[in-house]
Each structure stands twice: as structure tokens, then as C-alpha cells.
């Protein structure tokens, strides 16, 4: 079974179009997050949400707007898409807070045209 | 913010080497893993160690929080080693988890 997963795997996409992107985990955990990857393999954490509650929000762009319909999912739209947002985007989640383990999807890679 | 450094960037072994690779942060920790990002890009979980030692299999992690570092071991290497290890920190704020720099391992044949 998949711990925490996301799709898609890939995204292609045009600027200017608005996209999402999906994850969900099944350990039970009450806290997820988003991480970009930039072209240079640097992770920086984006969002943190616990039990559906927005904790972090690491300075950035509105454009980019997480959803928690449930605490097992958290989506990541992003509106009116820009090159510089081409990057690999993670999904990961943890037991509570960040003082947990946190376990990592596979990650989407983001193209935008 | 806490600053969280890495060294080596990159380094070559050939195969059945040995290695350490360090972690060095600017803050005292709640907690600290270690990553192992394969040439897939996928994240494994190495080790949880906010202090003290583990080992498993050919790997093992020291983390000394009193001196603000933390070591990856890596015994007999293989190529499936080969990849970029991260160490990611908690620094107090919660919920917020800053990774390092990365060190790019090649292991050849």
C-alpha cells in the first residue's frame, strides 16, 4: 500500500492555465505539507496543514492556494501558471507537527511552457 | 532561520568504499531525518534521530544536538547508493522542517 501518494506524476502544461495537483496519505497522520524542489535539488517546505488547519505558509505567491478537504488529503492549486513554477512539488505528511517523522510522496514534476 | 549545511556537495566513491557524510545547523533541534533521494527523485527515509546513534545495514547516523551536527555513514557502497542525501531539521517553529544543502553521492563501479 502507498503511504503517501500523489497525481499526477507529470504535469505539461502551458503559462497562464491554472492547474492542481493531488495527495493523499493513508498513515493516519494529522499533518501534511507541500515542498518544492527547484532545478538545483533545493527542498523548501511551501505549506503545512494540521488536522485541515493552515500552520505554515512560507512566503508564497497567492497564485498557488492548498486545499484540505479532509485531514487524509491536501491539494495544491495553482492559478495563471509561470516558467519559474516549473519544479518537482512534494506531498508529505507526519504524525504531529514537525517534530515527527515525516514521510514523502513520490513528487509531481511541473512543467509549465 | 536556522541554516542547515551540508558537506561534501558532491563526492565520487568506487565501489565497496566508505563514507561520512556531515550535517551541520546554525540552531539547537527538535528533531533531525536523514534522506536518501534516488536518481528517480524518490525520498527514502533513512533515519528519525534527533540524537544519539542508529544503525542499519551498511548505514548508520550519529547526531551530537550539544554540537550542532549530524553524520551518515555509509559502509561498503554500492552503486544503488548513489543518489543526494539530505538531512532536515525542526528548529522550534512548529510544524516548519529545513532541509540542507544536499551531497551528491556517485558510486562507480
Known amino acids: 500500500d502507498t503511504a503517501v501518494s500523489q497525481t499526477p506524476k507529470y504535469l505539461v502544461t502551458q503559462m497562464g492555465n491554472d492547474k492542481s495537483i493531488k495527495c493523499e496519505q493513508n498513515l493516519g497522520h494529522d499533518t501534511m505539507y507541500w515542498y518544492k524542489q527547484d532545478s538545483k535539488k533545493f527542498l523548501k517546505i511551501m505549506f503545512s496543514y494540521n488536522n485541515k488547519e493552515l500552520i505554515i505558509n512560507e512566503t508564497v505567491p497567492n497564485r498557488f492556494s492548498p486545499k484540505s478537504p479532509d485531514k487524509a488529503h491536501l491539494n495544491l492549486h495553482i492559478n495563471s501558471l509561470e516558467l519559474g513554477d516549473s519544479a518537482v512539488y512534494f506531498c508529505?505528511?507526519?504524525?504531529?507537527?514537525?517534530?515527527?517523522?515525516?514521510?514523502f510522496g513520490p513528487g509531481t514534476r511541473l512543467t509549465v511552457l | 532561520g536556522i541554516q542547515v549545511e551540508q558537506s561534501p556537495p558532491d563526492l565520487i566513491l568506487q565501489e565497496g568504499a566508505n563514507s561520512t557524510l556531515r550535517c551541520n545547523f546554525s540552531d539547537s533541534v527538535n528533531n533531525l531525518q536523514w534522506f536518501h533521494q534516488n536518481p528517480w527523485g524518490q525520498l527514502i527515509n533513512l533515519f528519525y534521530?534527533?540524537?544519539g546513534t542508529k544503525q542499519n545495514g551498511r548505514l548508520s547516523a550519529t547526531t551530537v544536538a550539544t554540537e550542532r551536527y549530524s553524520l551518515l555513514y555509509i559502509s561498503s557502497s554500492q552503486t544503488t547508493d548513489s543518489g543526494v542525501y539530505f538531512c532536515a531539521v525542526n528548529s522550534g517553529g512548529y510544524q516548519k522542517v529545513t532541509f540542507g544543502t544536499g551531497t551528491k553521492l556517485q558510486v562507480i563501479p
Open positions: 508529505a505528511s507526519s504524525r504531529a507537527s514537525g517534530r515527527s517523522e515525516q514521510f
Open positions: 534521530i534527533p540524537s
